[in-house]
């Protein structure tokens, strides 16, 4: 059974850094080309923050953390991590982990993300 479990959550102060961590288990790395975190404020829709394609290591980023955020592979141990720097009150959400397929031209489009993990909380402290 396909998991994604999520990890290193938790408060950090405006302007510090935290380091998210998604673990995938119960399917082959290489059966999801895309892998990606999403995140959703209360009231608010939920947003694609950052993707990696996992055969070529392109990734996207949403405008508001172009610069800030970083998300990266790990094949070995079938992670992908989510480092934030210089994170925004607006940055807290809870974060989610999802897998998915990519286009023929290597893009990973919201909709293509099938799998989820349960999410973990993100909280700015200004």
């Known amino acids: 059974q396909v998991q994604l479990v999520e990890s290193g959550g938790g408060s950090v102060q405006a302007g510090g850094s935290l380091r998210l961590s998604c673990e995938a288990s119960?399917?082959?790395?290489?059966?999801?080309?895309?892998m990606g975190w999403f995140r959703q404020a209360p009231g608010k829709a939920r947003e694609g923050v950052a993707k990696?394609?996992?055969?070529?290591?392109?990734?996207y980023f949403v405008d508001s953390v172009k610069g800030r955020f970083t998300i990266s592979q790990d094949n070995a141990k079938n992670t992908v991590y989510l480092q934030m720097n210089s994170v925004k009150p607006e940055d807290a959400a809870m974060y989610y982990c999802?897998?998915?397929?990519?286009?023929?031209?290597?893009?990973?489009?919201?909709?293509?993300?099938?799998?989820w993990g349960q999410g973990t909380q993100v909280t700015v402290s200004s």
């Open positions: 990696i394609y996992t055969r070529g290591g392109s990734t």
């Open positions: 999802a897998a998915g397929s990519s286009t023929a031209g290597g893009r990973c489009p919201d909709p293509f993300f099938r799998v």
């Open positions: 119960g399917y082959t790395w290489s059966n999801y080309y895309c």
